[in-house]
């Protein structure tokens, strides 16, 4: 007999709804008048503004975008060749304007202002653009725009002749059935199909990067009231607020919960504009209608906390966020101001999510690839977080050099001085030679990579010590934007529709989630997220045939140069690195067939493969016996066996997972590529990731697509230069050797085939990607190629004590566009003239970033400084942003100041260097380019309609990639 059981298994309570009085459910309560007197807000200085009015943005399609506008339930009342005002039912004469444009942008939200007293108060606020009469508008008046403290810009209208709407226009008011009230008897609901008729604009949102000088400048200049202020717990148990919702004050009228909201994030852009709805089944058969179009649906319908709306957010035909809403809260001044924790606001997007743990991008790894990508992407002012499983910084020198690109991309996180002074120091020459002598002779064979002949202004490789570099990476990082969590071990990895989560643990054991739009993982060939979330999903590892090396190395001091042993019998390699004083040096020599790799590796075994190279015969210094190194002043760092191959993985992005540097690929020691192919995938990534971020972003699968074909292209070439360089070692065959030898010596008799030969991986000039489908760049504008780098100086100054290259210039700290714009110019004289052109392009809202105000002008052909009377009068400092190429007499002359010997910094000797080198290689017809923050050029123009054209194709090509060839 089964006994009779004493409890139940606990129910789930029914979900209910509420209508609460709003002072009972507002978290920390403030009057409005409380905060404006600790504020020190003056309300007889604010503009009176009465109600949020209409949006205006700029499309390109104009046609695409007034039939999604139609399908979202607005009707047009007015149509020019440029513009087209839209309305709703509601007593506004319009609620939306499209303008015509060569690019999508947003022209910011318009107020209707209380008299004509407020509207000249309005034209006094910093930033106020020119009165401008509204006479093709409907209802005409007269608008004037100000410019925000980050760029956005702020509409106020007044003069708009009213307008009212009889009452046939609203719809119908439903009468609803409920359990126990049958209001509706004998009456059935039925509903036409169609958009969701829009009443009204209720409000619009921004993302900003400095939001507490954003906040100041809106509810200080505008009767614009905080509603609710989200915030996060900081480190210290402090709060930071990070959102805002504000109303228009209109005292005790009642008007809607927030008209206008800010938060904070990474990157400055509008977040959406949202109208209203009569009601929710007015809101849901508008969904139906713009799903069955084929619209793109943001989340679905919901209903929000704050404001209570019910909502339902689409993406525009130009990749802009609008909202459908019903049913939102009301509030006047007598409502308290409320304050809550960003956490709990779970309906809201990431832009309002910002407790810490929710990021932009979260890197797995810190070690060179992961530090120079945070680094990056603090100067790109993107947040992210990097979880790295060890405690400090190791202390293993793995790798050991850095070619001129890596160089090239670690000045561009601005630790260029610190390379030279800390870390290592530039490298003479690759000499190939042969075995069995010893390394005091002369090479059959070298690569001078002592020269600056490469296209960056660098030496072509540095030999550095790992732990340094690393260091000085890590410095790097800005602490605002990038979240360094040591002692962190990954342990899952999960995906969403919108964010990837990775669970970790602390030193303590204690579990932790953090979750962002995108995971980069750069953690090493043997990295948890490729091994154990990507390669179940397909990505695997490819192995190139073309080469395998089995070695054994160890490290300690020894002469400069690398030295590529060609001994058939023990192919093998070594030379010096990091600083002099540092006395390293390391060898690595081939494990032959039969012998055990562990073995070899002890330091018996190794002595007697070393020594000999360490051994001078006597009689180069006069003595009969030969001399040896001491073995006492010989410290064995580290010695043990290593596999190499070349392998690259299928596919180095997958969803919201993406890999970087050794994760994705690796690479043979023979051509020193393995940092700096890490460090090419950083800098070409990290603004993929900015853009990726931005919500006009509309496939960032095609923009990582992008990314790791162009990185394929290059790592082809860097495995082409380090199989050449390993068929010189690892010749089996003495006689081929012999023949080899003796080719190469008649061929260098010729200084110009013997030049040729000595540039090494630099013969076939800078990195150029060939275009194919899903690329970022225009092959009819020269795209695709590296931008070179020169030396240069102030345009009105000399030549500074330490170096200055173009790249510092022209992408200056103060720029965060993931492109920029150079200038190239024969003249000072063509600075005014260059400047007027641009002038007709204008500020952009690209997504790259791209801003023709920022341009940098470089000059060639100057010797010396010049006046800036000769730069004309544009009303800022005429020479800010234009420098001047200067030439190796110059560069040199400017490293023997006492001001220059004072840096402490050794100036590498300009050898081969051509100041004349951009306009070498980009064509010297060439004037405006386009430069990635990769320092790939995206297009190099030859005249100002030329620019126009590639600009046009700028968020086109970038955003939504093209799928053949036909244009570009």
């Not at 790109?380 to 910084?393: D, F, G, P, S, T």
């Not at 999960?494 to 989630?513: K, L, M, P, R």
């Not at 899903?774 to 240069?792: A, D, I, R, T």
């Not at 345009?795 to 510092?808: E, L, N, V």
């Amino acid at each position: 007999m089964t006994p009779a059981l004493e409890t139940r298994s606990q129910e789930a309570s029914p979900n209910r709804g509420y209508s609460i009085n709003a002072n009972k459910v507002i978290p920390n309560q403030q009057s409005l008048q409380e905060w404006r007197k600790a504020e020190n807000i003056d309300v007889k200085k604010q503009v009176r503004l009465v109600k949020i009015s209409h949006m205006r943005y700029q499309h390109k399609d104009m046609d695409t975008i007034t039939t999604f506008l139609k399908d979202f339930g607005m009707h047009v009342v007015k149509q020019t060749e440029d513009k087209t005002w839209f309305a709703g039912h509601g007593n506004d004469q319009y609620v939306y304007v499209a303008e015509k444009g060569t690019e999508d942008k947003f022209l910011g939200g318009a107020f209707l202002v209380e008299s004509e007293a407020e509207f000249e108060k309005a034209t006094r606020i910093p930033g106020a653009g020119k009165v401008e009469q509204l006479q093709h508008a409907p209802g005409g008046g007269k608008r004037i725009t100000i410019i925000d403290p980050e760029g956005f810009p702020v509409n106020l209208v007044f003069g708009q002749d009213e307008v009212t709407k009889s009452d046939d226009t609203m719809a119908e008011k439903l009468i609803y059935n409920f359990e126990h009230e049958k209001a509706r008897v004998g009456h059935f609901q039925r509903f036409k199909k169609g958009p969701a008729a829009v009443h009204k604009l209720g409000h619009f949102g921004l993302c900003v990067q400095n939001f507490k000088a954003q906040c100041d400048f809106y509810l200080r200049h505008f009767n614009l009231a905080p509603t609710d202020f989200l915030y996060i717990d900081e480190a210290d148990r402090s709060t930071r607020e990070v959102a805002l919702f504000a109303h228009i004050d209109r005292g005790e009228d009642f008007v809607d919960h927030h008209t206008f909201f800010m938060t904070t994030n990474a990157t400055s852009h509008v977040h959406h504009c949202s109208f209203e709805v009569h009601d929710f089944d007015t809101q849901l058969l508008g969904h139906q209608w713009l799903a069955k179009k084929g619209y793109k649906s943001v989340w679905g319908v919901g209903r929000h906390i704050l404001g209570s709306q019910i909502f339902d957010y689409w993406w525009d035909t130009s990749g802009f966020m609008v909202e459908h809403y019903a049913d939102g809260d009301l509030i006047n001044d007598k409502i308290p101001i409320g304050r809550g924790p960003a956490r709990n606001e779970r309906d809201l997007t990431l832009m309002l999510k910002d407790d810490g743990n929710t990021v932009g991008v979260v890197i797995c790894g810190c070690g060179p690839t992961g530090a120079l990508l945070s680094a990056l992407l603090c100067r790109l002012r993107v947040r992210h977080i990097i979880i790295e499983k060890e405690a400090q910084i190791t202390t293993d020198p793995r790798g050991i050099v850095l070619d001129e690109d890596g160089i090239r991309i670690t000045q561009a996180v601005g630790i260029y001085r610190q390379l030279f002074e800390d870390v290592g120091q530039a490298t003479r020459c690759f000499r190939f030679i042969d075995g069995g002598r010893g390394l005091d002779v002369s090479p059959f064979l070298q690569f001078d990579y002592s020269t600056v002949e490469g296209g960056t202004g660098h030496p072509g490789f540095m030999a550095h010590k790992q732990p340094a570099l690393e260091k000085h990476l890590r410095n790097s990082i800005n602490t605002e934007y990038g979240d360094i969590r040591l002692q962190s071990t990954l342990t899952s990895v999960t995906e969403d529709e919108d964010f990837i989560i990775a669970n970790y643990e602390d030193q303590n054991g204690s579990a932790h989630t953090v979750q962002a739009r995108f995971l980069v993982a750069a953690d090493g060939k043997t990295g948890f997220v490729r091994k154990k979330y990507l390669e179940p999903k397909g990505v695997v590892m490819e192995k190139s045939e073309k080469f395998r090396y089995e070695a054994v190395y160890m490290i300690f001091f020894f002469p400069t140069d690398f030295n590529f042993i060609c001994d058939p019998a023990r192919p093998s390699v070594c030379g010096r690195f990091g600083k002099v004083e540092d006395r390293l040096w390391r060898f690595e020599f081939v494990v032959k067939e039969g012998e055990d790799g562990h073995h070899m590796a002890t330091q018996e075994q190794v002595k007697k493969i070393v020594m000999p190279y360490l051994t001078h015969k006597g009689k180069r210094f006069g003595i009969p016996v030969d001399v040896t190194w001491p073995e006492d002043c010989i410290e064995w760092i580290r010695s043990r066996p290593f596999s190499f191959s070349a392998r690259s993985c299928n596919r180095w992005a997958l969803g919201r997972a993406i890999l970087c540097g050794d994760a994705a690929h690796v690479l043979p020691p023979f051509g020193g590529q393995g940092i700096a192919s890490g460090f090419r995938d950083a800098i070409s990534l990290s603004w993929r990731l900015k853009m990726a971020l931005d919500p006009r972003c509309q496939d960032y699968d095609s923009c990582f697509r992008g990314w790791y074909i162009e990185r394929k292209q290059q790592l082809e070439r860097s495995l082409s230069s380090t199989i050449e360089n390993a068929n010189f070692c690892n010749e089996p065959s003495s006689l081929k050797a012999w023949f080899r030898n003796w080719y190469l010596w008649a061929v260098q008799l010729v200084p110009s085939w013997k030049h040729n030969l000595e540039l090494g991986g630099r013969r076939e000039g800078m990195t150029r990607y060939h275009w194919t489908p899903g690329v970022h760049f225009l092959p009819l504008f020269e795209g695709g190629k590296s931008f070179p780098q020169v030396f240069s100086a102030p345009i009105a100054g000399p030549a500074p004590a330490i170096p200055s290259f173009t790249d510092d210039a022209v992408f200056a700290t103060s720029k965060s566009g993931a492109f920029q714009l150079a200038v190239i110019l024969d003249s000072v004289d063509h600075v005014v003239t260059s400047r007027k052109e641009l002038q007709g392009i204008g500020k952009l809202s690209s997504i790259t970033g791209l801003n023709p105000d920022e341009a940098t002008f470089i000059i060639h052909g100057l010797s010396s400084a010049v006046s800036t009377s000769t730069l004309g009068s544009t009303g800022k400092n005429v020479a800010e942003n234009v420098i001047r190429v200067i030439g190796a007499e110059e560069y040199t002359a400017a490293g023997n100041t006492a001001e220059a010997s004072a840096t402490g910094i050794k100036r590498h000797p300009p050898k081969f260097y051509n100041p004349d080198r951009i306009r070498a290689d980009l064509g010297r017809d060439k004037k405006y380019v386009i430069v990635r923050w990769d320092r790939i050029v995206f297009a190099a123009c030859s005249s100002i309609g030329e620019l126009q054209l590639a600009i046009n194709q700028l968020d086109q090509h970038v955003n939504q990639p093209a799928q053949d060839g036909k244009s570009r």
